[in-house]
């Protein structure tokens, strides 16, 4: 589809902590668009004191978003590029944005992402967990029986889990994850990721819990928790075809149980026998 004006929707990730993360592109961006739309005008502001931009700043939060989208796209519209960003990191991801994206797509506005640092991906990117695959859960709900509730329905999912958490929920959720996933689950907290108190702990829930309990540091700042998925199919398919070998070998000569027990439980017949 031919676009429906010249201008373009950048969307433009900023720093998670570290300045020297801001591209030169994303600077060139920034200084040339007309008009910057941004989550808290003010923190942004002083990011772009930083490298002398002075293109002006709108606000665009949740509270705004919905009202202020179509007289953005009018801008766009009528030729003016502009930039979106977030506090941190990229825009959309955990943060506002989509509701404006959306409606210049709609529109037939070109948006076009000035990629950058994002709090997920950098996390995953240094946690040593499996990342083929994964399952971006942003940040579970405040209120506990919600929270309990998201992670029961998690427990079963094989790809990695990737949370977002602020300081003061990171150790209830950690017990909840303890509690919903088993202690012995792998998972890592990634903490302050490009900043001076940068740390990164892997081990099980468990041994994590503990050490976030531990130490009033390990609960500052900002966080990223992984977990690992649930064992893959074949595990489940074997747990599953034991089970019903135990059950059916109460009442039927155990190789016909062995038999029934893989037909329906799709592992195979030899794996039924051991532990
Ligand atoms: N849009 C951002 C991104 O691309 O990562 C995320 C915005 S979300 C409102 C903020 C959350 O991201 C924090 O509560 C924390 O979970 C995570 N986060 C942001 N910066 C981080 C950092 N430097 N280290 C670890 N986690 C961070």
Do not use: W
Request: glycine residues 8%.
């Amino acid at each position: 589809m031919m676009p429906a004006s010249s201008a373009t929707l950048h969307v433009v990730a900023t720093p998670i902590g570290n300045l020297g993360d801001l591209s030169p592109r994303a600077q060139e961006v920034l200084r040339t668009v007309a008009a910057i739309c941004a989550e808290d005008t003010r923190h942004t502001g002083q990011l772009l004191s930083q490298f002398g931009i002075a293109t002006p700043l709108l606000a665009l939060h949740d509270h705004n978003e919905e009202a202020i989208a179509g007289r953005l796209v009018a801008r766009l519209l009528a030729g003016e590029s502009l930039a979106l960003v977030s506090d941190a990191g990229t825009p959309l991801v955990s943060d506002p944005g989509f509701r404006l994206v959306r409606a210049a797509r709609a529109a037939g506005v070109r948006v076009s992402p000035v990629p950058g640092a994002c709090a997920a991906i950098a996390a995953l990117s240094v946690a040593g967990l499996p990342s083929d695959r994964f399952v971006f859960e942003g940040f579970l709900p405040a209120k506990a029986a919600a929270r309990r509730e998201r992670l029961q329905r998690l427990a079963g999912e094989t790809g990695t889990l990737v949370f977002y958490e602020s300081s003061h929920r990171i150790a209830d959720s950690l017990a909840d994850m303890v509690q919903a996933f088993g202690a012995a689950r792998p998972a890592v907290v990634a903490r302050e990721l490009t900043k001076l108190f940068e740390t990164v702990l892997d081990g099980d829930l468990e041994a994590l819990l503990a050490a976030v309990q531990a130490d009033g540091n390990q609960r500052k700042g900002e966080f990223v928790v992984m977990v690992q998925g649930a064992g893959d199919d074949e595990d489940a398919k074997v747990a599953e075809g034991r089970r019903l070998y135990a059950r059916l070998n109460e009442h039927l000569p155990p190789s016909t149980a062995a038999k029934l027990a893989a037909d329906l439980s799709g592992a195979p017949r030899k794996a039924l026998y051991g532990g």
